[in-house]
């Protein structure tokens, strides 16, 4: 590509990139809260060609909690249809049976998860609640170690015929260990939610969080498994739900390793928090995110727009 193709090329994309954060980069932070009076920050993700339109989004970023969302999100309409039992995602989630014949969770993870908590030896009549359950595969291996078992789902109703089943989060504080697997990166109010979760979780209890990492995105590359504008609307990095944990009331934030030798795992951010303890301050909390960003090809050019 000559001289003036690659800066017409630049110039477009920062065009591409100005009008975005001007049109879809919303007040309001999903994450916090906050309503951001001196600065937001949009990136556009995906190469400025036509396929951007298929899959390229523009995102916001907060500095005050340092989530990345996608924007515009979808309406909370359109993700209760999107995750209803008769919804797209039961439909082609719904026949996803564990296999009894294999270890339900990664035994991996279960030995990491216990080398902290007491998951695999718990108290008598502990209790543990799976928010977004799904087939239950964690649920099962709870119930195995002695648990009894809650899930919530509003899709998938599978696992119901094993665990019992709960309409939504209660008021009530009673769990010892709270299981959000890859849900966090499909709700639009993820501050909401963890604050509800703390409440039903007893002093000393631990939430277990798992969702695609953008902390290692330079590592795996894959941009859309971590954020696009219909599934997978919010991207978290470690700093950013250390913040947002220590807001809804979890704190001792500890981060599991994952398996080097998986693609898989790599794409995956997982760890624990415990309920009343205290929280780590973490200064700028969206840096880490940008700093994955700023080294992925396909990813425009990022920088703080005035409100």
Partial sequence: ????????????????????????????????????????????????????????????GCPRCGLLFASPRPSDDQLQRWYSESGS???????????????????????????????????????????GCGNGKWLDTLKEYGWDTFGIDPGLKTAFRRHAELREVPAATE????????????????????????????????????VPSIDRLPEHG???YVLNARAHVAAYSVDCLTTLLGRAGFGDVRVLPVQRGSDTSLRRLWLLAQRGAPMRQVRRPLQSALAALASVKGVAPTRDTRS
Avoid at 3 to 14: Q, T
Avoid at 16 to 23: E, I, K, M
Avoid at 108 to 130: N, W, Y
Avoid at 192 to 209: D, E, K, N, Y
């Fill in 1 to 60: 590509m000559n001289l003036a193709g690659k800066y017409c090329r630049r110039a477009s994309r920062r065009l591409l990139y100005g009008v975005g954060s001007l049109v879809f980069a919303p007040h309001r932070c999903p994450g916090c809260g906050g309503w951001r009076k001196r600065r937001r920050l949009a990136v556009c993700l995906g190469e400025l060609s036509p396929s951007l339109l298929r899959r390229g989004i523009f995102a916001t």
């Fill in 89 to 131: 995602w039961a439909t082609t989630h719904g026949a996803d049976e564990p296999d009894r014949r294999r270890p339900l969770v990664r035994k991996h993870l279960i030995a990491a998860i216990d080398e902290i908590t007491d998951v695999c030896t718990p108290p008598s009549g502990s209790r543990a609640l799976d928010f």
């Fill in 175 to 210: 769990f010892r260990f709270v299981v959000l697997s890859h849900v966090l990166e499909h709700v639009t109010e993820p501050a909401s939610l963890l604050t509800q979760l703390a409440r039903a979780t007893v002093p000393g209890g631990w939430i277990f969080v798992a």
């Fill in 222 to 224: 894959d941009w859309f």
